[in-house]
C-alpha cells in the first residue's frame, strides 16, 4: 500500500467523489471482504462489492487475496493508498477577475503546487533515508517595502542555486511559495 496514490484521471475522481465510495475505500483500510465491509456498513454484500468493483477499475483499491468460504470463492480487497491526492488539472481553474500581471504568478504558483504534490506523492517511502525539509512561516512587510522584500527573497535564491546548482551530488528539487496570507491591503 502507498503512502500516497496522486489522481491525474478523471476516472478516477469520478471514482473516488461518491460518499459512499470513500467510506468503503476507509474500510478498505485494512484487507478486507465485502462481505466485511457490508456488515461494518450495514449494506448488502452486493451494494459494497459494485463499489469496490469500481474501486478497483479505477486503481484506488486491489484484490489482495482470496479465501473460500461456505464453497464461494471471495475476494479480500485493498484500498491502494493511505491517502488520495487530486490534481487541480481535473478541475482546472475557477475564477479569472485578476489583473493578467497577478495571473501569471498565481497561475505559476498553482502549477508549482501540483508539482510538489506529484514529486512528494512519487516519492518510495520504504527507501530509508528520504532527505527532505519543509519550513513555513509568515512575514510581514510593510506594502513599501514589498518589492525589496521579494528583490531579496530572489537574491537569496539565486545565491543558493548558484552555490549548489553544479552537475555532481544528488539532485533536490528546491520549491518556494511566497503569496498573501488573506488580500494584501
Known amino acids: 500500500m502507498k503512502d500516497v496514490l496522486y489522481l491525474e484521471r478523471i476516472e478516477q475522481a469520478e471514482a473516488l467523489l461518491k460518499p459512499q465510495r470513500i467510506e468503503v475505500l476507509r474500510q478498505l483500510a485494512e484487507p478486507r471482504s465485502c462481505t466485511e465491509v457490508a456488515a461494518r456498513l450495514d449494506q448488502t454484500p452486493q451494494r459494497v462489492y459494485y463499489h469496490v468493483k469500481r474501486l478497483v477499475d479505477a486503481g484506488l483499491a486491489t484484490q489482495v487475496g482470496e479465501r473460500k468460504v461456505r464453497g464461494i470463492h471471495e475476494g479480500v480487497y485493498q484500498a491502494s493508498a493511505r491517502s488520495y491526492w487530486m490534481s487541480p488539472r481535473l478541475v482546472g481553474r475557477i475564477g479569472g477577475l485578476r489583473r493578467q500581471r497577478d495571473e501569471a504568478s498565481l497561475g ?5 503546487m501540483e508539482e510538489v504534490q506529484q514529486d512528494v506523492a512519487g516519492l518510495d517511502r520504504a527507501v530509508p533515508e528520504l532527505p527532505s525539509i519543509g519550513i513555513s512561516g509568515e512575514i510581514r512587510v510593510r506594502p513599501e517595502q514589498r518589492q525589496e522584500f521579494l528583490s531579496d527573497l530572489q ?9 549548489y546548482g553544479g552537475a555532481e551530488g544528488d539532485a533536490f528539487k528546491l520549491a518556494v511559495a511566497c503569496y ?6
Do not use: I, M, V, Y
Open 108 to 112: 505559476h504558483l498553482l502549477d508549482l
Open 155 to 163: 537574491h537569496a535564491l539565486q545565491e543558493l542555486f548558484t552555490r
Open 180 to 185: 498573501p496570507k488573506g488580500n494584501p491591503s
